[in-house]
Nanobody
């Protein structure tokens, strides 16, 4: 059974940092494109960042330069380091992968990030 479990969310002041983790089981993260998304209340789910099998990374313009996606193959975990956080970054953050198709079809349950001003 494939599972993606996010952790590391919390409450932080503007300008602060958090590191989110996505621990995978039932799949090997180095063999799939892995991504982070977020959804704020009343808004649609938004792409944040992705890392390819060859470790190429891509970011949404809003987080570029502030967030870094990485993975630890030994721990089978993907990370999202978030620096210089802004209140607008407040959202439920999800980890996802393209396991069965060319779309983001496998999701974790999410971890809440709240940035206070």
């Amino acid at each position: 059974q494939v599972r993606l479990v996010e952790s590391g969310g919390g409450l932080v002041q503007a300008g602060g940092s958090l590191r989110l983790s996505c621990a995978a089981s039932g799949l090997t993260v180095s063999r799939y494109k892995m991504g982070w998304f977020r959804q704020a209340p009343g808004k649609e789910r938004q792409f944040v960042a992705q890392i390819s099998r060859s470790e190429n990374t891509y970011y949404d313009d809003f987080v570029k330069g502030r967030f870094t996606i990485s993975r630890d193959n030994a721990k089978n975990t993907v990370y999202l380091q978030m620096n210089s956080l802004k209140p607008e970054d407040t959202a439920l953050y999800y980890c996802a992968t393209k396991l069965y198709s060319s779309t983001w079809d496998t999701w974790g349950q999410g971890t809440q990030v709240t940035v206070s001003s």
